[in-house]
């Protein structure tokens, strides 16, 4: 039914910006909530944040006031704008959807991931 493929991960140094795309395609993606998380090695998986089918967002306070996630109906794309990356920031990142923002448990659809590494 629906399916998600981020881009953008890339080697950054501290202080840094990245732009992470997660691309839908399939029916009604707008219906969906689209959360971005992250697991870096040896840790659990993590919600960085998530933007809801009417536009509501939400960041965990580690990231909050640095990245922004964004939504483009006509792109079908959902964004995450990362400014002053810093090295606990290195992780593989993924977009997820469900009908509401949700832990990475109760997530319904996964992409493959994209790696972000902040490192000098």
């Known amino acids: 039914q629906l399916q998600l493929a981020e881009s953008g991960g890339n080697l950054v140094q501290p202080g840094g910006s990245l732009r992470l795309s997660c691309s839908a395609s399939g029916f009604h993606w707008d219906y969906y909530a689209i959360g971005w998380f992250r697991q870096a090695p040896g840790k659990e998986r993590e919600r960085v944040s998530c933007i809801g089918s009417g536009g509501d967002t939400s960041y965990a306070d580690s990231v909050k006031g640095r990245f922004t996630i964004s939504r483009d109906s006509a792109r079908k794309t959902v964004y995450l704008q990362m400014n002053s990356l810093k090295p606990e920031d290195t992780a593989v990142y993924y977009c997820?959807?469900?009908?509401?923002?949700?832990?990475?448990?109760?997530?319904?659809?996964w992409g493959k991931g994209t790696l972000v590494t902040v490192s000098s």
């Open positions: 997820a959807a469900a009908w509401v923002c949700s832990d990475y448990r109760s997530m319904d659809h």
